[in-house]
T-cell receptor, first 115, second 113 residues
């Protein structure tokens, strides 16, 4: 069974600080997604990572993918309060015999940025 | 313009009832999905459907059934509702060509009493 593990699950940080969220998965996949969810809201796509070594940046967030290590990271630079949300990684298991698009989600990292 | 929409936004019902949640996408996507998010915020795929096949997560009870009247709609029917069905249900869609980046609807909060 494909497993997707995120850590930490809860993260409280001060504005201006840097931190990294980790996403490990248990089988080969070269398709990984990061989503953001605000309380009571839907999921917003942040990054789509499609190959080993892929790195994408948007504002204070940067995501990377190492398919050999089966690891993705979401790095937060100089956090601001507006980044407070829950962040999910999701893996496409299609090259594990799974169906393309039937994403397997991590449990989410609840980020709280305090002034 | 809303890309993926769901109705209703909130649904409160009693155990044993049958209910439906509707989903529509205006993105021209080929594949639609239903996800369940439980009280701990854990997201799990329930179904994916395009005009070629329906893929069902084996853990989904057969009380749940997706119905697609056309390519832009995928409705979720739930029979004999149970307390454990209380959750937020998200619809999503993606294109078949290229990586399946999924666009999510606003969610339907189902409460079974």
């Amino acid at each position: 069974e494909l497993k997707v593990e995120q850590n930490p699950l809860f993260l409280s940080m001060q504005e201006g600080k840097n931190y990294t969220i980790y996403c490990d998965y248990s089988t080969t996949s070269d398709r990984l997604y990061w989503y953001r969810q605000d309380p009571g809201k839907s999921l917003e796509s942040l990054f789509v990572l499609l190959s080993n070594g892929a790195v994408k940046q948007e504002g204070r967030l940067m995501a990377s993918l190492d398919t050999k290590a089966r690891l993705s990271t979401l790095h937060i630079t100089a956090a601001v309060h507006d980044l407070s949300a829950t962040y999910f990684c999701a893996v496409d298991p299609s090259n594990y015999g799974g169906s393309q698009g039937n994403l397997i989600f991590g449990k989410g990292t609840k980020l709280s940025v305090k002034p | 313009d809303t890309a993926v929409s769901q109705t209703p936004k909130y649904l409160v019902t009693q155990m044993g009832n049958d209910k439906s949640i509707k989903c529509e996408q205006n993105l021209g996507h080929d594949t639609m999905y239903w996800y369940k998010q439980d009280s701990k915020k854990f997201l799990k795929i329930m179904f994916s459907y395009n005009n070629k096949e329906l893929i069902i997560n084996e853990t989904v009870p057969n009380r749940f059934s997706p119905k697609s009247p056309d390519k832009a709609h995928l409705n979720l029917h739930i029979n004999s509702l149970e307390l454990g069905d209380s959750a937020v249900y998200f619809c999503a869609s993606s294109q078949d060509t290229g990586p399946p980046e999924q666009y999510f609807g606003p969610g339907t909060r189902l409460t079974v009493t």
